[in-house]
């Protein structure tokens, strides 16, 4: 199973969520988001499963960081699951998705 730590920070390619963000999942998501930040990022979400709430915090704290930057931050094909989760934590998309791929 890949794991946010397992993700290598190729400039341009799409960081690719592991299907478990849970608490320990939550500490390497925000390294390798900070790794990336002051330039366009594209998320993918296809493969979560899970969504804990210190790794949405983490996301919803890129995604303002991004606005922020004026960068612009797209997630690829998120996972019913993981739109589930948004949902269920009460968070609007539109804190979240500035731009949605669905390739």
């Known amino acids: ?11 341009g390619e799409p960081l690719q969520l592991p299907a478990i963000l ?3 999942a939550a500490a390497p998501l925000a390294s390798a988001l ?3 930040r002051g330039a366009d990022i594209t998320i ?6 899970r969504l804990g709430g210190q790794c949405l915090q ?7 960081s991004w606005r ?3 960068q612009v931050m ?3 094909s998120a996972s019913a699951e993981f739109r589930t989760a948004l ?4 968070v609007s998309s539109d804190l979240l998705f500035q731009e949605e791929s669905v390739a």
């Open 34 to 36: 900070m790794a990336r």
């Open 58 to 64: 983490v996301l919803l704290s890129a995604a303002a």
């Open 87 to 90: 949902e269920l934590f009460g």
């Open 44 to 49: 993918g979400a296809g493969e979560v499963q």
């Open 68 to 70: 922020e930057d004026q």
């Open 74 to 76: 797209r997630f690829e």
């Open 22 to 24: 849970d608490l320990k």
């Open 1 to 11: 199973m890949e794991t946010v730590s397992d993700l290598e920070l190729e400039s």
